[in-house]
C-alpha cells in the first residue's frame, strides 16, 4: 500500500500550553517558565508531550473519519518541542504513510511528527478500523 496521510500542521503557542496545563492538572514549570525549563538543559519552555501525542491524534482520527475508527495508537517521545514566547510559537508538521492490512482488515498506519524539522516522536502508529 502506498497511500499516505495528507501533511497537518498544527500551530503550537504559548497560550496553548497555558490552556493545556488547566485542562490536564500538569503545570510543571518546563512548560511555562523559561528560566525553569533552561535550569534544567531544555532550550526553553517545551509543549507537554501528551499535547504534542493529541495534536497527531487530531491528524489520525482526520484521516479515519471518526474518533471511533482509530482501534490503537501509540507514540515514543523522541525530542521536546520547544515554544518560543511568540504569537507564532512553533508548528509540529504530522504525516502518516499506511503500511499493511491487519489479519482482521484494519489498517495500519505510521506516522510522523516534527518540529523544526527534527523528529519529535518515534515508533507513533496507529491501527485504523476497516472502512
Not at 21 to 37: Q, T
Not at 58 to 67: I, L, Q, S
Not at 104 to 109: E, L
Request: net charge neutral.
Amino acid at each position: 500500500m502506498s497511500e499516505t496521510l495528507e501533511p497537518q500542521t498544527f500551530r503550537v503557542t504559548r497560550a496553548d500550553l497555558i490552556r493545556y496545563a488547566g485542562a490536564s492538572g500538569d503545570f510543571n514549570p518546563i512548560h511555562w517558565s523559561d528560566r525553569a525549563a533552561v535550569d534544567l538543559g531544555l532550550p526553553s519552555v517545551i509543549a507537554h508531550g501528551m499535547f504534542t501525542m493529541a495534536l497527531v491524534g487530531r491528524a489520525v482520527t482526520a484521516y479515519a473519519g471518526a474518533a471511533h475508527a482509530v482501534v490503537e495508537y501509540s507514540v515514543r517521545f523522541a525530542r521536546p518541542v520547544p515554544v518560543p514566547d511568540t504569537d507564532e510559537g512553533t508548528e509540529v508538521v504530522v504525516t502518516g504513510q499506511v503500511r499493511d492490512t491487519t489479519p482482521d482488515g484494519n489498517t495500519k498506519i505510521v506516522l510522523t511528527a516534527t518540529c523544526n524539522g527534527e523528529k519529535v516522536l518515534s515508533m507513533a502508529q496507529a491501527i485504523i478500523r476497516k472502512r
